[in-house]
């Protein structure tokens, strides 16, 4: 089995920055993708981005692309996520998720999952 365990969470104001972590441990070896998902009060859970294990590819949701930036150190079995100009509708719980296979912007094709942080964007 795999474990994760995000980390970095808050309450921020609009146009502020926050970085979130997510640590892999156990059986890493499995995976060829890590991602991160949000879930907003009474939405369905959203994709936000995507990275292939080696770090070399990224996919990143449009609502995102330009303010987010993931990235994945291997030696940590770490994947972050870099949060810039954000604002009140980013507030969501975010989940880290890792699976085998190629990246996918699809949650039900994950296998692994972290127990989410809360990010709060204030306006």
């Known amino acids: 089995q795999a474990q994760l365990v995000e980390s970095g969470g808050g309450l921020v104001q609009a146009g502020d920055s926050l970085r979130l972590s997510c640590a892999a441990s156990?059986?890493?070896?499995?995976?060829?993708?890590m991602a991160w998902f949000r879930q907003a009060p009474g939405k369905e859970r959203d994709f936000v981005a995507t990275v292939t294990w080696s770090g070399t590819n990224t996919f990143y949701a449009d609502s995102v692309r330009g303010r987010f930036t993931i990235s994945i150190n291997n030696a940590k079995n770490t994947v972050y996520l870099q949060m810039n100009s954000l604002t009140p509708e980013d507030t969501a719980v975010y989940y880290c998720?890792?699976?085998?296979?190629?990246?996918?912007?699809?949650?039900?094709?994950?296998?692994?999952w972290g127990q989410g942080t809360q990010v709060t964007v204030s306006s």
């Open positions: 998720a890792a699976k085998t296979g190629g990246p996918s912007s699809r949650g039900e094709e994950y296998g692994s």
């Open positions: 156990g059986r890493t070896f499995i995976f060829h993708a």
